[in-house]
């Protein structure tokens, strides 16, 4: 390689931005071979860099044919600067790319760096499997595909600054990474501090307490786009870093939070997809959501509501099966599909069981309406003709309909139909594609019973105030209380949550108290909250957003990882860099620290 090259050639633009307007220009530019074609003495050489190809000449006569010479010897991945002009490529033009109708035709290349033959061949549609494209992940974000996302990542962090800072007067401030570790639902990434023996920092699962505090401190309007972390079980939408966009803001009631983020993302759906966001997004209570959707963020691009069949059967039904489930205190639950005849025996006796069963279900009961209105299936003989009249005019389905239910407590029940309405939405082909449907989850409960603790926990964090209305019966009848949190759902994925804060530290200690924490328990892990808390907090609320999520579904891609960096695996391993791995010893005698390798 020669340093002089790049001093005196600088580059004219990307590779991607060539267009019939520059015709006539002389240029330079840089990039990856992506190939190279000898077309009977002319070598095409396709350069790429992360804004797409532009489709160098090679001439064997032209100037010599010094550049055609090394062009001769070039192979894929090669990093190359070429100079040249930019022609026309007459008839052949390349619909397919966004350079298309120009090319270089080249008066002087220099090989910059030669490649060893890659793992994979850099394209996007390649069969290569997961585990080699994480582990040379530096080639992978080469691939066209990848390096557009990062590209829109990038584009979205610029217009959400410009959103909340320039347009609505917030401040982007900072928060600790190495914070103290306080119960907050997952477990904490630890690290162990080298000055203070045998004590640890956490990172920071959110900056939930910060954010607060900042406006316990007068900031007002707080915007973060942060790195949070929880060591957690992973799955497709879910790492153990990842990036949330946070706010705080004083002053504020749940409408302002909502009206915010209708425009936030209105934005940036308008900017990236050219989308138009109905506003105001709509509302559903979780109450409505559980009962329609047995799920907390369901997807409302189709229809096909769920219907709570237990009051109508109870004392009435012979099916032993929703008989039992009744008398245990659980509940008959079904999904109605109306134009359900296309769905086979398979997927009645094998498919869908399969699909509940994760959620806990013993079972999924069927029964199809015929065209005279009677019944058959399983179902159909513990039901009188009276009752099977009143079950399917309470369900609203008629001649052609297929109904499957379940009997269980109501978690399960709800869990698993809210699985099946998902997947028979997907068989029946209810859900348009390119369809965007936003809304509002509000009216959480404040707490929910965990049975193996036998005791209360937080639904959202325990940091979020009640609705003024059941606010006398936190000590009485705490699962009657509704929290003013809120979460924004897209397409049946939770977009983000949050909820109006407690400002009041008597309020806040009663919430501890009611989750189980004694007093030495609040002063260890929230006594400077708790602290700040007595010294005039303003009324305040927030939300935070799951940026990888949001970006995932605005790039279309199939997990988080396509819009990650540098990701962690389902093992929360990072093949690239081998790791986490063995530190030195000396390293953990610094911290004070022996490892215990159990056998077995």
Request: glycine share 8%.
């Amino acid at each position: 390689m020669s340093d002089s090259f790049l001093a005196t050639h600088k580059r004219t633009r990307m590779n991607g931005a060539f267009r019939a307007a520059h015709i006539g220009e002389h240029v330079v530019v840089y990039g990856w071979v992506q190939s190279a074609r000898d077309h009977g003495g002319v070598i095409f050489v396709d350069l790429r860099d992360r804004t797409g190809l532009v489709q160098v000449r090679f001439e064997p006569s032209h100037l010599g044919g010094a550049a055609h010479q090394i062009a001769d010897r070039l192979r894929g991945e090669w990093v190359i600067g070429a100079r040249g002009e930019v022609i026309s490529r007459g008839t052949n033009i390349n619909p397919k790319i966004a350079t298309g109708e120009v090319e270089i035709l080249c008066d002087q290349v220099e090989v910059l760096s030669e490649a060893r033959t890659p793992p994979f061949e850099i394209k996007d549609d390649l069969d290569t499997n997961e585990t080699t494209r994480l582990t040379y992940r530096y080639l992978d974000l080469r691939r066209p595909k990848l390096a557009a996302n990062f590209a829109l990542r990038s584009r979205v962090n610029q217009l959400t600054r410009r959103y909340f800072c320039e347009g609505n007067g917030f401040l982007e401030l900072e928060t600790p990474i190495l914070a103290k570790s306080t119960p907050e639902g997952a477990r904490d990434y630890l690290v162990p501090s080298r000055v203070h023996p045998g004590q640890f920092y956490a990172l920071p699962q959110s900056p939930q307490q910060f954010k607060q505090l900042f406006m316990m401190s007068g900031m007002d309007r707080y915007m973060q786009i942060c790195r949070c972390f929880r060591d957690e079980d992973l799955r497709a939408d879910r790492q153990p870093e990842f990036t949330q966009l946070d706010l705080e803001l004083s002053f504020v009631d749940v409408s302002d939070i909502r009206t915010l983020l209708d425009g936030y993302v209105a934005m940036i759906w308008k900017d990236v997809k050219g989308y138009e966001v109905p506003t105001p997004i709509p509302s559903i209570t979780w109450q409505e959501a559980m009962d329609k959707y047995g799920i907390d963020r369901p997807d409302l691009r189709f229809g096909l509501p769920l219907c709570d069949l237990t009051e109508t059967l109870r004392d009435r039904v012979e099916f032993r099966v929703f008989a039992d489930a009744i008398g245990r205190g659980g509940i008959v639950k079904a999904l109605p599909i109306p134009e359900g005849s296309s769905l086979t025996r398979k997927d009645l006796d094998k498919t869908f069981p399969e699909e509940a069963a994760p959620f806990g279900a013993k079972g999924v009961a069927w029964a199809r309406i015929a065209e005279d209105g009677s019944w058959s299936g399983p179902v159909a003989k513990g039901l009188s003709d009276e009752l099977r009249a009143e079950v399917t005019a309470r369900m609203g389905v008629g001649p052609g309909a297929l109904v499957l239910f379940v009997a269980d407590k109501p978690s399960v029940a709800n869990a698993a139909l809210a699985q099946l309405r998902r997947v028979v939405g997907e068989r029946l082909g209810l859900i348009r594609p390119g369809t965007w449907s936003f809304c509002w989850v509000v009216d959480f409960p404040m707490f929910e019973y965990d049975d193996g603790e036998k005791r209360w926990a937080a639904m959202h964090h325990p940091f979020t105030s009640p609705l003024d209305s059941d606010l006398e019966r936190l000590g009485s009848d705490p699962g009657s209380v509704r929290a003013k949190a809120y979460d924004l759902v897209l397409n049946g994925i939770e977009l983000g949550g949050g909820s109006i804060r407690i400002h009041r530290s008597d309020v806040q200690n009663q919430v501890f108290r009611l989750l189980g924490l004694s007093q030495e328990d609040v002063d260890d892990k929230f006594g400077f909250f708790i602290q700040a808390l007595s010294y005039g907090t303003p009324p305040h609320g927030g939300i935070a957003l799951g940026m990888d999520r949001l970006l995932m579904l605005i790039c279309g891609a199939e997990s988080l990882r396509d819009v990650i960096a540098f990701p962690k695996t389902q093992k929360a391993t990072d093949l690239m860099t081998d790791s986490p791995s063995d530190v030195a010893p000396h390293q953990l005698a610094e911290l004070h620290i022996r490892t215990k390798v159990e056998a077995g």
